[in-house]
């Protein structure tokens, strides 16, 4: 009984350092006057990745005519709630032999997202007519710009964000980069001492969206 107490003790202290330490961790924004609510949305009436797009979209528009409400957005996931793991690869730059892709974090958002959380934008926003023929874009966060676009400018360079899909020959679209945004946590894990590099873009490029979002 002695040993199974110590066990227990002992995992009850690890699981409460380990809350503190995500409770101290700096988001990347003050959320002390956000409101967030997630939702599924049925498979029954929204069968298609377009039909959710459309359903997204209506969401925006709607709570953009509200004037009690200073800003809202949808967004396929949360900050501190994590993202679709995609495969970077970087115009221009040929891939290592037998080097795997680095890993980043991907999530579609509306296009008054980063007016909603309130962080600072260089370049443009998303707009409605985005993620169409011939307007593929992103937006990408300080980290992913550290990581591998050390010293340059990452506006007006293309990215492509690949699904890790064993036996799957389907390339991503090319993606212009038209935006950058401070870092926001996406990834809860309070091990990693620096966040997640992250490139954002619009529904309407999200063709693997899930039968879930959140508005803010």
Same mark, same amino acid.
Do not use: C
């Given at each position: /009984?002695?040993?199974l107490? *110590?066990?227990l003790?002992?995992g009850a202290g690890?699981?409460? !350092?380990s @809350?503190?330490?995500m409770?101290r961790?700096?988001?990347?924004i003050?959320?002390?006057?956000?409101?967030v609510t997630g939702?599924t949305?049925p498979?029954?009436?929204?069968g298609?990745?377009?039909d959710?797009t459309? @359903?997204l979209?209506?969401?925006?528009d709607?709570?953009?005519?509200i +004037?009690?409400i200073? $800003? &809202?957005?949808?967004?396929?996931?949360l900050?501190?709630? %994590?993202?679709?793991?995609?495969r970077?690869?970087?115009d $221009?730059?040929?891939a290592?032999?037998g080097?795997?892709?680095?890993?980043?974090?991907?999530l579609?958002v509306?296009?008054?997202? @980063?007016?909603?959380? %309130? =962080?600072?934008? !260089?370049g443009?926003?998303?707009?409605n007519?985005?993620?169409?023929? $011939?307007?593929q874009?992103?937006?990408v966060?300080?980290? *992913?710009?550290?990581?591998? @676009?050390k010293?340059?400018?990452?506006i007006?360079?293309?990215?492509?964000?690949s699904?890790?899909?064993t036996? +799957?020959t389907?390339k991503?679209?090319?993606?212009? =980069?038209?935006?950058l945004?401070p870092?926001? !946590? /996406?990834?809860n894990?309070?091990?990693?001492a620096e966040?997640?590099p992250? &490139?954002y873009?619009?529904?309407r /490029?999200?063709?693997?969206?899930a039968r &879930?979002a959140? =508005?803010?």
């Open positions: /009984q002695i040993a107490t *110590l066990v003790l002992a690890l699981m409460l !350092r @809350f503190f330490t409770y961790m700096d988001i990347g003050d959320t002390s006057r956000l409101v939702m949305i498979a029954t009436k929204y298609g990745w377009e959710r459309r @359903f979209q209506r969401i925006d709607h709570f953009a005519t +004037s009690e200073e $800003g &809202a957005s949808t967004t396929s996931a900050p501190f709630n %994590g993202g679709a793991v995609r970077l690869e970087v $221009g730059r040929a290592t032999p080097e795997r892709l680095p890993e980043v974090t991907m579609s509306g296009s008054r997202y @980063f007016d909603v959380i %309130g =962080v600072p934008l !260089r443009r926003a998303f707009t007519e985005d993620g169409g023929p $011939g307007r874009i992103a937006i966060n300080q980290r *992913l710009v550290d990581q591998y @676009f010293g340059e400018d990452p007006g360079r293309t990215i492509r964000l699904q890790d899909v036996g +799957s389907e991503a679209e090319w993606l212009t =980069v038209v935006g945004v870092n926001v !946590r /996406q990834r894990n309070n091990q990693e966040p997640d992250i &490139a873009i619009t529904h /490029q999200n063709t693997g969206m &879930a959140n =508005v803010i």
